[in-house]
């Protein structure tokens, strides 16, 4: 059964790099037929999805999200990470990774989130 | 950009009720809108895929329907454990949701 974890500061200050790892175990982050992706949720809002990687490095990114956004793979540990610059509240959420199932070479194509992480709160604060 | 619009926000109906949640896209989608629930403090559920598709496990109480731009989800019999909040979901951006609550 694939699980997904993530990991990382429950406390950033402003104006400083918010950076989460989720970890991917019971399954391989190098499938070919899967993105992996990040969604967060501000406390009592709905959701935004933040962006999604291919194994080989491939991105997307919101963007409303884009210039402060780097996501990247670590397939040797199973890994992707989310960089967040220059975070105020507006960015204190619970942050999510999900696997992304995504056929980007169409539009519209399938596009969803099928196996997500438990979700881990970012408290952005002085 | 792909808008997403979802009604009710919210809706109050009693146990064994059919409850039906509805999502419009701005522009034609096909059939490849999602819907999601999630109870609080957890993670979302994928429920159905490309419209009308039951994930794996998902009670069949639970269905899907609708192509283009209009979607409709359906609770056949709400049960006390349904109670949550809906998504609707295409590409990768989500609907704002509809919480569900027992009258």
């Known amino acids: 059964q694939l699980q997904l974890q993530e990991s990382g500061p429950g406390l950033v200050k402003p104006s400083e790099t918010l950076s989460l790892t989720c970890t991917v175990s019971?399954?391989?982050?190098?499938?070919?037929?899967?993105?992996w992706g990040w969604i967060r949720q501000p406390p009592g809002k709905g959701l935004e999805w933040i962006g999604s990687?291919?194994?080989?490095?491939?991105?997307y990114y919101n963007p409303s999200l884009k210039s402060r956004v780097t996501i990247s793979v670590d397939t040797s540990k199973n890994q992707f990470s989310l960089k967040l610059s220059s975070v105020t509240a507006a960015d204190t959420a619970v942050y999510y990774c999900?696997?992304?199932?995504?056929?980007?070479?169409?539009?519209?194509?399938?596009?969803?989130?099928?196996?997500w992480g438990q979700g881990t709160l970012v408290t952005v604060s002085s | 950009d792909i808008q997403m619009t979802q009604s009710p926000s919210s809706l109050s109906a009693s146990v064994g009720d059919r409850v039906t949640i509805t999502c419009q896209a701005s522009?034609?989608?096909?059939?490849?809108l999602n819907w999601y629930q999630q109870k609080p403090g957890k993670a979302p559920k994928l429920l159905i895929y490309?419209?009308?598709n039951l994930e794996t496990g998902v009670p069949s109480r639970f269905s899907g329907s609708g192509s283009g731009t209009d979607f409709t989800f359906t609770i056949s019999s709400l049960q006390p454990e349904d109670i949550a909040t809906y998504y609707c979901?295409?590409?990768?951006?989500f609907g704002p949701g509809t919480k569900v609550d027992i009258k």
């Open positions: 999900a696997r992304h199932v995504w056929d980007t070479a169409m539009v519209p194509s399938v596009s969803y989130f099928d196996y």
């Open positions: 979901q295409q590409y990768a951006f």
């Open positions: 522009q034609d989608i096909s059939n490849y």
């Open positions: 019971g399954g391989s982050i190098s499938s070919s037929s899967y993105y």
């Open positions: 490309d419209a009308s």
């Open positions: 990687i291919y194994y080989s490095g491939s991105t």
